[in-house]
Structure formats: structure tokens, C-alpha cells
């Protein structure tokens, strides 16, 4: 599994760096905004965190705050040039590191549920689909929803027989709750 996890880690955080695009807004609203309001003092919350009784968790944007907590900290985030990189570049690399977690785990999972011979074609499906490039790496609370989930997927405690098809497997775990 560490191949995988490399070039899973190396593909998802090269994505990460190189989106130059916004897929929606609450990419910034939900995570980076709320982090960078929270260490700086200063940044633009939505109606979501300014509420009485706001309907967000600070759970998602704390995963941010170390990274700007530490730019804050050591300077780094007063330096003009360093701003850019650092501000913009540090939470890219750690949304591509969780992102690659949905690749790694998918592994585990395939290995565990369909067997060895399946790995190669399930991870290569999943480094090559178009959304996953697209959705995975940005600070969208599904994107860590979805490598939760696939991790959670690979804990479950699968019954898998090599003499029953992935089909069956699937809905007889289904059928008993």
C-alpha cells in the first residue's frame, strides 16, 4: 500500500497547488475564511457564523487554523512576498494530503472487500476521475466528508468471501442491518 499512498499524496497535492479556479464559494466560506478570521481577527464570515446561533461547526475550519496560527506566529504571514505562497499554498497542500486519504483508503477498502487483484484498477479509477481532480482537493466539507467516509470504509469490519461476487457481498450487508 505505501507505492499507492506516495503517488496518491504526490498527485493529490500537485492538483491542489495547480488549481488556479473556484469551483463555488463556500471553498473560501466554509473552511479558509472562518480559520483565517479566527487567527488574524479579520476576513469576511457569512451569515452562517455571524447568526445568534450560527449553523456552522468550527470544527472544519480548525483543521486550517495551525497553518495560519504558525504564519501568524513566526512572521511569515507579514511578509509580502511569502504572503502569497504561504497564505494561499499552505492550506492547498493540506487539502490535497486529506484528499489523497480518500485514495489511500479506497485501496484498503477494494483489497479488503474485492481482493488484491482489484487494487491497481480501483486506484487508478479513482486518481483519473475527472470530479475527484476537480472536488477532492478544495476545502469543501464534502471533500473531507468524503475521505471520512472511505476511511470509515475500510475499518468496517467487511465479511468478504472470495467465492461470493462483490454484488452479493454488498447486498448482504445491506439486508442485515
Known sequence: MIPFAYLAIGIRVLIALCTRTIFQPDEYFQALEPAHHAVFGYGHLTWEWVAPKPIRSILYPFLNMPIFWILKSTGLAETVSLILVL???????????????????????????????????????SLTSFFNALALSRSLSNSLETTLTTIAFAHYPWDASPSLSPQLIFNRHASNP
Open 87 to 125: 497564505k494561499i499554498a499552505s492550506p492547498k497542500i493540506l487539502h490535497g494530503l486529506l484528499a489523497a486519504g480518500t485514495d489511500i483508503y479506497l485501496v484498503e477498502t477494494t483489497r479488503r472487500t474485492l481482493g488484491s487483484a482489484y487494487v491497481g484498477t480501483a486506484f487508478l479509477l
